[in-house]
C-alpha cells in the first residue's frame, strides 16, 4: 500500500493550525546518534527549499573542517508534530538527508546510503524490503543531581505486571506518545531483566524503519525523563543479566506478495527466502561489527543469556542466529537476532539487506536447519554440523567485516571508512583502559 505523501503546502497549513514554533532538523551520524539543528518556524520556507547548511566537520564521520558546508534536505513525509509541548509552542521535526554543498547526496550520510541500496534493491525487481525491528532498553533511576544511577527501577523479569513491574506507567506512556505520533504499537512488556522492557511497532518499509526506530530512542529517553528515570540502549548495562537487543524481522516484496513465502514448502519457505537467509549466513560476521558495534555489545553476545552466538538457523528454538517464526502469507519473515540497538539502524538494515541480495543473486544454499540448544553441545557437534561462531570482540568483527566485500558495498567506501576509523580508535581506547575486574584479579596477587 503506497503510503501517504506529504506535501510543502500540507506542512504550512499544519504549522499555522498547531502553533508550531519550532522545527528540529534530524539527521544521524556514523554512530547512529541523532543530530539536530533546530530552527525557528519564521525559516520554514528556506527549510522546504532545501537551503538549510551546518558545519560538517563536526559530526563524526561527516567531512574535514576544509570542506565542511553541508546542506540539510528534509524528507517531507518525515513531517511529525512531538505531542509535548514547552512555553514557546509545538516542536515539529523533519529527517533529513545530508547533501553537497552542489545538491549532489552525500555519501558518507548513513540515511542516503539505505535510500541507494534501497533503489538497487528496486532495480533487481523487489518493491520493498519490510522491516519490524523489537528494541530493547533497560530504565534506571536518576540521583538527586539527575544524572543516571545503576539503580533499576524495579525487580520485574519476562511479563510481570505490578508491583513487581514498576516502570509499567512509564512503559504506558511512551506507548501512548508514539501512538499520537502515528506508531501502530502491536505489543509492550517487561523483558527477562530487571529494568528491562520492549516495546514492539509494527513493520514498515526499510527506509521508513529505520527512521522510526530513531524516533522511538528519543521518545523513549524523553519520557523516561519525565518519570524521573533514565533509558539506555547500551547492551549490556549490567554484569549477570540480560543483555538488550533490537531482534530484526524482515520479509522481502514483489509488489504486494511476500517472496518469502511458499504455501507449498513445508517449511513456509520459499527458495527466494532461502537464498537471502544463507546470503545472512555466509555473511554474518561480516555484519557483526555493523549490528553490534560497540565494545560493549560483545558482553551481550556470550552463552547462557539468550543472545546468539553461534552461526546458524531453525524455524523451532531461539539458540541460532536466524529464526524462522511461524506465519503465512504476509506474516512469513526471518528473524535477525543478533542485532543490538546501539546499531546505526540506517547501517544495519542496508547491510542486512545487502547481505540477503547477495544470498539471492548466487542462489546460495543453507546448511540444515538447527532444531536442537546450540548451547548444550560440545564443539565437536557444532564442527560436525558445520556451525560457525559469531565474532567475540569488537577487535575481531572489524577484521571479519574487513575480509567481507559485500558488506563493505552495503556501506560504500566513505562509510565504511570512515567507520572503521571510529571503531578502531574505539577499540584502541578500551584496550588501554584498565578495568575493576582486572584490579581485583591481580592487583594483590602479583
Known amino acids: 500500500m503506497a503510503k501517504k505523501q506529504i506535501t510543502a503546502d500540507m506542512i504550512r497549513t499544519s504549522v499555522q493550525e498547531q502553533n508550531v514554533q519550532f ?22 520556507e528556506k527549510v522546504l527549499a532545501n537551503k538549510m547548511t551546518f558545519d560538517g566537520s563536526s559530526i563524526d564521520g561527516f567531512v574535514r573542517i576544509e570542506e565542511s558546508d553541508m546542506m540539510l534536505y528534509p524528507d517531507l513525509n518525515t513531517w511529525l508534530l512531538f505531542p509535548w509541548e514547552n512555553d514557546h509552542g509545538k516542536i515539529a521535526r523533519l529527517i533529513c538527508s545530508v547533501h553537497e554543498p552542489d545538491g549532489r547526496p552525500f555519501a558518507g550520510d548513513p540515511r542516503n546510503n ?42 520485574g523479569s519476562y511479563f510481570d505486571f505490578a508491583p513487581l513491574d514498576m516502570g509499567e506507567n512509564c512503559r504506558r506512556d511512551i506507548v501512548l506518545e508514539l501512538e499520537k505520533m502515528g506508531f501502530e504499537v502491536e505489543a509492550s512488556h517487561h523483558e527477562v531483566a530487571p529494568g528491562q522492557h520492549e516495546i514492539d511497532f509494527k513493520y514498515a518499509d526499510a527506509l521508513t524503519a529505520a527512521d522510526n526506530i530513531q524516533t522511538f530512542k528519543l521518545v523513549v529517553k ?35 506478495a511476500n517472496v518469502f513465502y511458499d504455501e507449498a514448502a513445508e517449511s ?7 537464498h537471502f537467509l544463507a546470503g545472512l549466513l555466509r555473511h554474518a560476521r561480516g555484519l557483526t561489527a555493523i549490528n553490534n558495534p560497540t565494545v560493549n555489545s560483545y558482553k551481550r553476545l556470550v552463552p547462557g543469556f539468550e543472545a546468539p552466538v553461534y552461526i546458524a538457523w531453525s524455524g523451532t ?3 541460532p542466529l536466524v529464526r524462522v517464526p511461524n506465519g503465512k502469507g504476509l506474516s512469513k519473515r526471518l528473524e535477525l537476532r543478533s542485532v543490538d540497538p546501539t546499531a546505526n539502524p540506517y547501517l544495519a538494515i542496508a547491510a542486512i539487506l545487502e547481505a540477503g541480495l547477495d544470498g539471492v543473486k548466487n542462489r546460495l544454499t543453507p546448511e540444515e536447519a538447527i532444531d536442537r540448544n546450540i548451547y548444550r553441545m560440545q564443539d565437536a557437534e557444532r564442527k560436525a554440523n558445520h556451525i560457525q561462531d559469531l565474532p567475540s570482540t569488537l577487535h575481531n568483527a572489524l577484521k571479519a567485516l574487513e575480509d567481507d566485500d559485500v558488506v563493505k558495498q552495503a556501506l560504500g567506501a566513505h562509510l565504511y571508512q570512515s567507520f572503521k576509523d571510529s571503531k578502531d580508535l574505539e577499540w584502541a581506547a578500551y584496550r588501554q583502559s584498565v578495568s575493576e575486574w582486572e584490579r581485583d584479579q591481580y592487583l594483590e596477587l602479583y
Not at 546518534?33 to 520554514?44: D, T
Open 268 to 274: 513456509g519457505l520459499s527458495d527466494d527466502a532461502l
Open 114 to 155: 539505505l535510500i541507494r541500496i534501497v533503489a538497487e534493491m528496486k532495480a533487481a525487481g523487489y518493491s520493498a524490503f519490510n522491516i519490524g525491528p523489537e528494541p530493547e532498553f533497560f530504565l534506571f533511576k536518576l540521583d538527586e543531581k539527575g544524572e543516571p544511577s545503576l539503580q533499576l527501577n524495579d525487580k
Open 222 to 256: 524523553t519520557i523516561a525523563r519525565k518519570h524521573g528515570l533514565y533509558a539506555t540502549f547500551m547492551p549490556k548495562p549490567l554484569h549477570g543479566i540480560n543483555g538488550s537487543g533490537m531482534h530484526i524481522n524482515m520479509s522481502l516484496f514483489k509488489d504486494d
Open 317 to 319: 528454538n531461539r539458540s
Open 23 to 44: 522545527l528540529r532538523l534530524m539527521f544521524t551520524d556514523i554512530n547512529g546518534i541523532i543530530k539536530n539543528v533546530e530552527v525557528p518556524v519564521s525559516q520554514l
